[in-house]
């Protein structure tokens, strides 16, 4: 069985530019979350979806959105990049939502803001 | 915001050592979780330890939980430089869907 599969793997992008990152389950899984992770720190939560409804969101500006679709792959949005940006963005998979679940993650997203 | 702290930040070892790695909490947890990730790529579950247990293993790994101290330690026994990667804990807590990570030790396992 496929794992979490993230595109892209790398991209660059300028600041105030937009950009998108996909992120497609494992089969069966039906909640997606995403994380951040810049360089040297840990992962920081930013969403979580469970059969299309956001279920959770972390400290993050508006700027951020997400959405999960029927299929319950995932989207991850940011608008008007700013340099502080540039970070790994990880995407995980559980089959339910909740704690207690634990989490499979991509490979991830890594996104450079120059 | 960061919820938990790993210590050390970095630890090298010589294969076949045993490698001990400590997490601190701030607040009550439903369980904490410790991951792998090599070479900045996707993290690896290893092992889920509830808030009411105070011991698990798992192969070469033991984790301990004292919730009264707010703290976890990982023990890899007879590492193989295989276990070079960064090692995070992870708890949830009341909000439970979510994972507030710490910042991670580098453990390197030289041959």
């Known amino acids: 069985d496929a794992g979490v599969t993230q595109s892209p793997t790398h991209l660059i992008k300028t600041r105030g530019q937009h950009v998108t990152l996909r992120c497609s389950p494992i089969?069966?899984?039906?909640?997606v979350s995403w994380y951040q992770q810049v360089l040297g720190q840990g992962p920081q939560f930013i969403f979580q979806y469970y059969e299309k409804e956001e279920r959770g969101r972390g400290n993050f500006p508006d700027r951020f959105s997400a959405r999960q679709f029927p299929n319950y792959s995932s989207e991850l949005n940011v608008n008007a990049l700013l340099l502080g940006d540039s970070a790994l963005y990880l995407c995980a998979s559980s089959p339910l939502s909740g704690g207690a679940n634990v989490l499979t993650f991509g490979a991830g997203s890594r996104l450079t803001v120059l | 915001s960061q919820q938990g702290e790993e210590d050390p930040q970095a630890l090298s070892i010589q294969e076949g050592e045993n490698a001990t790695m400590n997490c601190s909490y701030k607040?009550?947890?439903?369980?904490l979780q410790w991951y792998r990730q090599n070479s900045g790529r996707g993290l690896v579950h290893l092992i889920l330890?509830?808030?009411?247990?105070r011991e698990k293993h798992s192969g070469r790994l033991r984790v301990t939980l004292d919730t009264s101290k707010k703290s976890s330690s990982l023990l890899i026994t007879a590492s193989r430089a295989a276990d070079t990667a960064s090692y995070f804990c992870a708890t949830v807590g009341g909000s439970n869907y979510k994972l507030t990570f710490g910042k991670g030790t580098l453990l390197t396992v030289n041959p």
């Open positions: 330890i509830r808030s009411n247990e």
């Open positions: 089969s069966g899984h039906k909640s």
């Open positions: 607040t009550s947890i439903n369980n």
